[in-house]
């Protein structure tokens, strides 16, 4: 397959690129001159956009509207993807809150968050992965949040997410084991988290944001995002200064993992705790 397309120039797919963080990410790739295959929901948006990159920096837009939280569509992108030998860039960036108490969220709603957060961004990245490799060089971008580091955190100011914070702790995870995968293959992953952008995101959640911590503009998550890339950052979170905080989370993670997977017995805490049965588990719950 060809590195670059019938004009020359590389290819980026941008997912959710209709509005905020993906519209940013397609404005910024314009301007260095990737050509475009642009993914949501809402053609017109899309439409729109495409037309204006066209006209102001004269490259390739290609539309291309499609669901991601349902498999056919999916299905759909993921062939695009794998017969394009000019894809140089994949951000998946598509994705919605669904903030609601986990207890009573509709269970098409977890569905939902699921299968955009988590199925689509394995399968796209899936799709993306053996051509870049062949060609060796590529990369992929993930944009996260900074709630997948929230679980042990209360509802409160943070919105009710256990199910959106999952999912974007999945997206953390599997793109830092993908990134050993990758080693030596030219191919760069990064996950990116950022904290509360200036987008519609919330609005559409219904959220009042009076609370919340001050919002950064979608343009500087992706400078960001690309400035990090470069640098060769796995994890990028475009807020934090002292980047030491990462790797000490990443060797207490680390720590954990190797003081217990090679013991194969209980520890103190819970033997001692065998022995007086589920006495008080059961009289909390009475």
Known sequence: MASHSITGRPRALVTGASAGIGMAFAEHLAQMGHDLLLVARRRDRLEGLAQRLRGETGIEAEVVCADLTDPTEVSEVEARIAGDGALRLLVNNAGFGGYQ?????????????????????????????????????????????????????????????????????????????????????????????????????????????????????????VKASLAGLAQGEIVCVPALEDVALLSRLAEAQVAVLQAAAWQPVLAGRYRSATQTGLAGFDSAAT
């Open 101 to 221: 108490p986990f207890a009573s969220i509709a269970p098409k709603v977890i569905d939902d968050l699921v299968a955009v957060h988590t199925r689509a961004v394995a399968r796209l990245t899936r799709a993306a992965l053996p051509g870049m490799i062949e060609r060796g060089n590529g990369a992929i971008i993930n944009i996260a949040s900074l709630l997948a580091l929230s679980g042990t955190l209360p509802p409160a100011p943070l919105p009710y997410r256990a199910t959106y914070a999952g999912a974007k702790a999945f997206m953390l995870a599997f793109t830092q084991a993908l990134a050993g995968e990758l080693v030596g293959t030219g191919v760069r992953i990064q996950v990116c988290l950022p904290g509360r952008v200036a987008t519609e995101f919330h609005a559409l959640q219904g959220i009042d944001t009076s609370k919340l911590p001050p919002t950064m503009s979608a343009d500087d998550v």
